[in-house]
């Protein structure tokens, strides 16, 4: 059976994440407080921002901008999205 996590996005009980995403403290507190749903999301966004914006993740600044908006995103606050996106309907 999967763990399961009070995931800090959706306020419930749901799947978590396998292993830690990152390492150290902030990777642990990912793993103990966010979804495995959650975290796909981020990821989706997080990939729509960096295409979008063009942003170079060898640069310090952005990458602290996506950390920024990572904790938004995950705190359910207004987070940067990409512009001009238009989700497609299913």
């Not at 799947?15 to 902030?26: E, F, I």
């Not at 407080?33 to 990821?43: H, R």
């Amino acid at each position: 059976m999967s763990r399961t996590v009070k995931c800090r996005k959706y306020k419930k009980e749901l799947p978590g994440l396998a292993v830690p995403p990152y390492p150290g403290p902030k990777g642990q507190e990912i793993y103990e407080t966010v979804s495995q749903q959650a975290w796909l999301e981020w990821q989706t966004q997080q990939t729509m921002l960096i295409n979008e914006k063009q942003l170079n993740l060898m640069n310090p600044k952005t990458r602290g901008y996506l950390q920024q908006e990572m904790e938004k995103f995950l705190n359910n606050e207004n987070y940067d999205r990409a512009e001009g996106f238009v989700p497609t309907s299913e």
